[in-house]
């Protein structure tokens, strides 16, 4: 039987926020947009960073919004892992995980390149593929990068179990057919994932875990849960 857990990646396994609105208001001061709070930017993410910045700044201009995206990422680059950390027990849950033979993949509406090097510098191998938004595939909720990432690493698309924080990840969840568990100590609120529609929320690693347990000791070898 596949055992496959799928992850968010802001707000869920890494605390992003501090680096992620630094960021954005650098770029938003670059081109003479007012600042704005962390609580703002906190609201704003979810969508990858264009609609981030769209948000941010109530900009329609196509080329303005490409301008603030790459001062945005030319500084990220450089500052995205001054304060961002992974949240408590997310490094020991991700590690038994791997070592009982789960097959673990980060998706994120992050850009690629800075998907991939957060991955790596805070998880090392503990997860098996890295996805983030790329040009030519639609972002989450689309569920494009999911069966991308399903075909090229050779993995059924049912019985997936899918961990985010966001009523993004909630539709995402929703659109692949995979089975969600909310966390909710990332950028949205218990009730806020419930408003979202999530039925499964937990508050933290060892519940996630258990969770997780629990989903794959109740399904049948094709992954559908048991009746």
């Known amino acids: 039987m596949q055992k496959a857990v799928f992850f968010d990646l802001d707000g869920t396994v890494l605390d992003t926020l501090p680096d992620l609105a630094k960021s954005a208001n650098y ?18 993410i979810g969508h990858g960073i264009r609609n981030l910045l769209r ?3 109530n900009c ?20 995205k892992a001054d304060t961002t950390k992974p949240f408590d027990g997310i490094l020991e ?36 593929w ?20 399903c075909k090229e690493n050779n993995l059924a698309t049912d019985g997936i179990i899918y961990v985010g924080d966001s009523e993004v990840d909630c539709e995402f969840a929703s659109n692949c057919d995979m089975t969600l ?7 949205r609120t218990h009730a806020q994932l419930v408003e979202a529609g999530a039925k499964v929320i937990v508050s933290s690693s060892k519940e996630l875990y258990n969770k ?4 794959y000791c109740h399904s049948d070898p094709s992954g559908k849960s048991k009746q």
Request: net charge negative; charged share 35%; hydrophobic share 40%.
């Open 27 to 44: 770029a938003l001061k670059e081109l003479g947009y007012p600042t704005q709070s962390v609580e703002t930017v906190r609201m704003a």
């Open 55 to 57: 948000e941010l700044m």
């Open 60 to 79: 329609t201009d196509e080329e303005e919004l490409d301008r603030c995206r790459e001062i945005f990422k030319e500084y990220y680059d450089l500052h």
């Open 93 to 128: 849950l991700l590690s038994n995980l791997k070592q009982e033979g789960y097959k673990l993949v980060l998706i994120s509406n992050k850009y690629d390149g800075a998907t991939k090097d957060l991955a790596r510098k805070f998880f090392g191998n503990l997860f098996d």
């Open 130 to 149: 890295a996805y983030g938004s790329r040009d030519n595939v639609p972002a989450k909720p689309d569920r494009d990068l999911f069966d991308l990432a």
């Open 181 to 187: 568990i909310a966390v909710d100590w990332g950028f």
């Open 212 to 215: 997780i347990k629990e989903i």
